[in-house]
């Protein structure tokens, strides 16, 4: 089993490229191709992590809005009832 690491976006298309087919026909776990494939999802999310952070609201309550009205949400008030917080 030859894996490199992704330098450049191509290895990476490459990569997102033969890991697409696992999705159709996942391999056994355990397997060659199954440890193939749990391979290349690490190196995919590590790429991804490094080159496409997600920065995280600074906290739980940070504004977030109703896709229809766009009122804020109180998360504090619709964890509880999702129909409660929207202002």
């Known amino acids: 089993m030859e894996i490199r690491p992704i330098h450049t976006d191509d290895d990476f298309k490459a990569i997102l490229h033969e890991v697409s087919a696992y999705f159709d026909n996942e391999p056994e776990p355990g397997s060659p191709e199954g440890d193939r494939f ?12 490094k080159h496409f952070p997600i920065d995280l609201p600074d906290s739980p ?20 009832d999702p129909h409660a917080g929207h202002a």
């Open 38 to 49: 749990e391979v290349l999802l690490t190196l995919v999310k590590a790429y991804e992590t």
């Open 61 to 80: 309550h940070s504004s977030l809005t109703s896709g229809k009205s766009g009122q804020p949400i109180d998360l504090a008030a619709a964890q509880y």
